[in-house]
């Protein structure tokens, strides 16, 4: 999983899988899912992410796996 921030465009994108989107589905104003071609969820895109999350901190628990970070 990876998310990425574009403070340009205010817009916070977390994907999912490393599979390509073929469907998008906007669920909430702003708030839009990707699926693969099987249905299987992919990404989720949030515009305005500012004014809907706390972009200040992130807090993973308990994840089965290594923690990466990059910074921009």
Request: proline share 3%; glycine share 4%; aromatic share 6%.
């Amino acid at each position: 999983m990876k998310l990425s921030y574009y403070p340009e465009t205010d817009s916070l994108y977390i994907d999912l899988a490393e599979r390509s989107s073929t469907e998008s589905k906007e669920v909430s104003e702003g708030i839009v899912l990707d699926y693969d071609a099987n249905g299987n969820l992919v990404g989720i895109d949030i515009d305005n992410a500012s004014k809907k999350l706390e972009l200040k901190k992130l807090v993973l628990s308990k994840l089965p796996t290594e923690i990466q970070s990059l910074s921009a």
